[in-house]
């Protein structure tokens, strides 16, 4: 028996979506919180319209009733340069200057020769 992926990135199955509908997530926001599909490195480029269409075909509605998932992008854009220029947090300063101080650490490997 052959499997038919739905989602390449998170390894979710057409057979996986069809049994998330069938235990009551009916909605693709929920069905993508329940499965991952479309939470993989793509972020839905490659499967968001296949599970609509899916979706579409297991309720028997038209595709474009098919609510997409919400979209969450950042409050306000902020470029890499921008990122660069931020000083980075105390916390990371301290573990540093920690690690420093105790100087290089061979890994404990358990073997105690």
Not at 50 to 66: C, Q
């Amino acid at each position: 028996m052959s499997k038919r992926i739905l989602c390449r990135c998170e390894d979710v199955t057409r057979a996986e979506f069809r049994e998330a509908y069938a235990e009551g997530f009916t909605e693709l926001e929920s069905l993508k919180r329940y499965t991952g599909v479309s939470t993989g490195f793509c972020q839905g480029k490659g499967c968001l319209v296949e599970s609509a269409l899916e979706l579409s075909s297991l309720r028997d509605v038209p595709p474009g009733d098919i609510c997409l998932t919400n979209i969450r992008p950042p409050v306000e854009p902020v470029t890499f340069a921008e990122l660069a220029r931020l000083e980075p947090p105390p916390l990371l300063d301290d573990l540093k200057r920690t690690s420093a101080a105790a100087g290089p650490q061979r890994p404990d490997t358990g073997d105690e020769t």
